[in-house]
């Protein structure tokens, strides 16, 4: 299974951002997704999730009202639209497959990207 994540960079403040993540090896359309994030000296932390057929998203907290997760099953692609962006959503971005338990935890999940960078400037 491989997920790569592209579309990070650098943003300032109030600005937009989408991520993608394209993912290969499994069964796309049967396959929960996620995003999580890790800042510098934090541990990773859930963002985003979204259900197989797209049905249902659940977010974050901190991003809920800014982020929308969502994915083209003929794509093979789940994406994050990132609005509203603030300093403290620097971090390096992970997306995630096929969740098996609790999907806010790191645990929950089956496979991941490498992540991308995402530095929003003040």
């Known amino acids: 299974v491989q997920l790569q994540a592209s579309g990070g960079g650098l943003v300032q403040a109030g600005g937009s951002l989408r991520l993608s993540c394209a993912a290969s090896g499994l069964t796309f359309s049967r396959s929960a997704m996620g995003w999580f994030r890790q800042a510098p000296g934090k541990e990773r932390e859930f963002v985003a999730h979204?259900?197989?057929?797209?049905?249902?998203?659940a977010y974050a907290d901190s991003v809920k009202g800014r982020f929308t997760i969502s994915r083209d099953n003929a794509k093979n692609t789940v994406y994050l639209q990132m609005n509203s962006l603030k300093p403290e959503d620097t971090a390096v971005y992970y997306c995630?497959?096929?969740?098996?338990?609790?999907?806010?935890?790191?645990?929950?999940?089956?496979?991941w990207g490498k992540g991308t960078l995402v530095t929003v400037s003040s």
């Open positions: 979204i259900s197989w057929d797209g049905g249902s998203t």
């Open positions: 995630s497959a096929q969740s098996r338990s609790d999907y806010s935890k790191e645990y929950g999940w089956l496979y």
